[in-house]
């Protein structure tokens, strides 16, 4: 087990955009599926999106899909989560993690071992 890094949150409004990075400097984030899930104040933790190692595919949550999407650098050992559009729902501590398998699983936290630390993306006027 290693140690992911999420970066980018911040507070913007209704409307706007924001990008966040997942990264790891102890194992290539290549071989595996990286996803992304959310904790809003009050409410369990709830997947939001993922990308596959395997052939590359995304999966996103219904609440999320077409505002949101995915990409990898694997050059620079990163995930990217493009969130557009955002709305004040979206507000909440924004994690990634893997479970060292190459295709996108359930969104069972038990099933997802490496998390990084959170970032804070809050979405208001």
């Known amino acids: 087990q290693g140690q992911l890094v999420e970066s980018g949150g911040g507070l913007v409004q209704p409307g706007g955009s924001l990008r966040l990075s997942c990264s790891a400097f102890?194992?290539?984030?290549?071989?595996?599926?990286i996803g992304w899930f959310r904790q809003a104040p009050g409410k369990k933790r709830e997947g939001v999106s993922c990308?596959?190692?395997?052939?590359?595919?995304?999966r996103f949550a219904d609440s999320v899909k077409g505002r949101f999407t995915l990409s990898r650098d694997t050059a620079k050992n990163t995930v990217y989560l493009q969130m557009n559009s955002l709305k004040p729902g979206d507000t909440a501590v924004y994690y990634c993690?893997?479970?060292?398998?190459?295709?996108?699983?359930?969104?069972?936290?038990?099933?997802?071992?490496?998390w990084g630390q959170g970032t804070q993306v809050t979405v208001s006027s």
């Open positions: 990308i596959s190692s395997a052939d590359g595919s995304t």
């Open positions: 102890d194992y290539s984030l290549a071989y595996y599926a």
């Open positions: 993690a893997t479970g060292h398998i190459n295709y996108c699983g359930r969104y069972d936290e038990t099933e997802w071992n490496d």
